[in-house]
């Protein structure tokens, strides 16, 4: 099970919702299977929640589960899992490209303007063959 860190820079809104009847999970599963963020509140292991990205795709919503949540100095540390295949696949896409803005942002910061098709590019040589592969 491979979780992807998701960019702080690009603010999840993550609400939680009526308990889902999703698979139980399978430590046998392989590949992207979610992801992490940081955030200021806690969240039960196994809670449903909803995630929106209205930054990267203002129509982006999907279910998943909080896999475990663990404090840190600076908030909780959560892992969300997307047991359908549909949604984490629809995660899996959402996170390249968040990654992407995150890459052109840090390019910003440091003196490179760089347009979204020339920071995917560069993203894509450096980081596409280790981002995880979904598996069904």
Not at 20 to 47: K, M, S, W
Request: hydrophobic share 35%.
């Amino acid at each position: 099970m491979e979780f992807v860190a998701h960019p702080r820079d690009l603010p999840l809104d993550i609400t939680l919702i009526e308990d889902q009847p999703f698979p139980p999970v399978n430590e046998a599963r392989v590949g992207f299977v979610g992801i992490t963020y940081t955030t200021l509140h806690p969240f039960d292991n196994g809670r449903s929640v909803r995630i929106t990205l209205e930054e990267i795709d203002p129509n982006f919503c999907v279910s998943g589960r909080i896999v475990w949540c663990r404090k840190e100095a600076d908030g909780y540390q959560i892992a969300i899992d997307f047991p359908s295949n549909e949604e984490c696949y629809c995660v899996r896409m959402i996170e390249q490209l968040s990654q992407i803005e995150h890459y052109r942002r840090q390019a910003k910061s440091e003196g490179r303007r760089l347009n979204y098709n020339e920071a995917a590019a560069e993203w894509i040589q450096k980081f596409a063959a280790s981002f995880p592969t979904f598996s069904v």
